[in-house]
């Protein structure tokens, strides 16, 4: 499918503030459809599947806008890409006519054999070429764009000749595709390396970012760790505000995957995330029911270099709205055709 990126996602849909579906979070979050906008499920829990997989897949698509975010693509893998993996990918893409897809930067399988880990590759100019040829392979496959989100890592692999920035950098701009951008990962990162996340995302084509991540992490004995575990801490949700400020983002949302609090604490996180959005694309934020929103169908986006103007959101998107009902969810997905 040959696109240009930038223009594409100019006709993605807004999804406003989302969160992770997961089993154990499942029955709260169908009964708090109010609080938030849309879901993104990891599509190997659901692929070719039945049985309750089955059910909380229907009982999801019914209620909340989709989009899926992978681990097992291993886009950076010298093993072929899966035939099998990626035609199950399309179909569930296709059954939840999910806008964009997103898997990581990084290896998840050797010699056949899947490692259950998000591995960095070596940021060099071979793997680079090695990515993009896949990347285009993913796309035309999926028909649909691929993000493809920085990973936390916590060793630099032998072979690097580039910074991972420069690395990142590099992929998306030689395959024209789109960025997941979870800043947490930036500040676990940063930590970690030793570097300043401000500089590293002014380094990044950010303008590419469609949706975006946001977790909490935790501390081990050398390094901090990216666990989803924990509250997101203030320099997180600072990063986002940075980010926000800056370029259109499609979506955001909250990764939460273990010691699962009180799901009010979730909410209270949702909320933050969506108060941080509020000031500078209030199109992003105020998705849910019944609140004043545009439909992407029916409006574009600004392209990052665009100067705001009273005609346009803080954050440079058109600023045509339409009132959002029960059809929220239909108005967001016929965006995604657009
Ligand atoms: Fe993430």
Same mark, same amino acid.
Request: charged share 25%.
């Given at each position: 499918?040959?696109?240009?990126?930038?223009?594409?996602?100019?006709?993605?849909?807004?999804?406003?503030?989302?969160?992770?579906?997961?089993?154990?979070?499942?029955?709260?979050?169908?009964?708090?459809?109010?609080?938030?906008?849309?879901?993104?499920?990891?599509?190997?829990?659901?692929?070719?599947?039945?049985?309750?997989?089955?059910?909380?897949?229907?009982?999801?698509?019914?209620?909340?806008?989709?989009? +899926?975010?992978?681990?097992?693509?291993?886009?950076?893998?010298?093993?072929?890409?899966?035939? +099998?993996?990626?035609?199950?990918?399309?179909?569930?893409?296709? +059954?939840?006519?999910?806008?964009?897809?997103?898997?990581?930067?990084?290896?998840?399988?050797?010699?056949?054999?899947?490692?259950?880990?998000?591995?960095?590759?070596?940021?060099?100019?071979?793997?680079?070429?090695?990515?993009?040829?896949?990347?285009?392979?993913?796309?035309?496959?999926?028909?649909? $764009?691929?993000?493809?989100?920085?990973?936390?890592?916590?060793?630099?692999?032998?072979?690097?000749?580039?910074?991972?920035?420069?690395?990142?950098?590099?992929?998306?701009?030689?395959?024209?595709?789109?960025?997941?951008?979870?800043?947490?990962?930036?500040?676990?990162?940063?930590?970690?390396?030793?570097? *300043?996340?401000?500089?590293?995302?002014?380094? /990044?084509?950010?303008?590419?970012?469609?949706?975006?991540?946001?977790?909490?992490?935790?501390?081990?004995?050398?390094?901090?760790?990216?666990?989803?575990?924990?509250?997101?801490?203030?320099?997180?949700?600072?990063? /986002?505000?940075?980010?926000?400020?800056?370029?259109?983002?499609?979506?955001?949302?909250?990764?939460?995957?273990?010691?699962?609090?009180?799901?009010?604490?979730?909410?209270?996180?949702?909320?933050?995330?969506?108060?941080?959005?509020?000031?500078?694309? $209030?199109?992003?934020?105020? /998705?849910?029911?019944?609140?004043?929103?545009?439909?992407?169908?029916?409006?574009?986006?600004?392209?990052?270099?665009?100067?705001? +103007?009273?005609?346009? *959101?803080?954050?440079?998107?058109?600023?045509?709205?339409?009132?959002?009902?029960?059809?929220?969810?239909?108005?967001?997905?016929?965006?995604?055709?657009?």
């Amino acid at each position: 499918m040959a696109f240009d990126f930038l223009t594409t996602k100019k006709n993605l849909p807004v999804l406003g503030v989302g969160l992770g579906l997961r089993r154990e979070l499942a029955h709260e979050t169908f009964n708090n459809a109010d609080k938030i906008d849309w879901l993104e499920l990891v599509p190997e829990n659901y692929m070719d599947l039945g049985g309750m997989a089955r059910e909380r897949l229907e009982q999801a698509n019914s209620a909340f806008p989709l989009v +899926t975010h992978g681990v097992n693509l291993s886009i950076g893998s010298t093993d072929p890409l899966s035939e +099998t993996y990626l035609k199950s990918l399309k179909k569930l893409l296709d +059954t939840i006519d999910a806008p964009w897809f997103s898997d990581h930067l990084c290896f998840t399988s050797i010699g056949g054999h899947y490692l259950h880990d998000l591995l960095p590759l070596p940021a060099s100019k071979e793997a680079i070429q090695h990515v993009v040829k896949r990347i285009k392979i993913v796309q035309d496959c999926i028909e649909r $764009p691929l993000l493809l989100e920085n990973i936390s890592y916590y060793m630099n692999m032998p072979g690097s000749e580039l910074t991972e920035v420069q690395f990142l950098s590099d992929v998306l701009e030689k395959a024209d595709c789109g960025l997941l951008l979870d800043v947490n990962n930036v500040y676990v990162n940063s930590i970690n390396h030793n570097f *300043d996340p401000y500089k590293y995302l002014n380094a /990044l084509p950010i303008e590419r970012t469609v949706q975006m991540h946001v977790a909490g992490h935790s501390h081990g004995e050398e390094m901090i760790i990216d666990t989803h575990g924990n509250p997101v801490i203030e320099p997180v949700f600072e990063l /986002l505000d940075y980010v926000l400020a800056r370029v259109p983002v499609n979506a955001v949302m909250l990764e939460r995957d273990q010691n699962y609090p009180e799901f009010s604490e979730i909410l209270d996180e949702l909320h933050q995330i969506r108060t941080i959005a509020a000031n500078y694309q $209030p199109r992003l934020a105020n /998705l849910k029911p019944g609140s004043t929103c545009a439909s992407t169908s029916e409006t574009e986006q600004a392209s990052p270099s665009s100067e705001m +103007t009273p005609d346009r *959101d803080r954050d440079g998107h058109d600023a045509d709205v339409i009132r959002m009902n029960s059809d929220t969810k239909r108005l967001v997905k016929r965006g995604a055709r657009a």
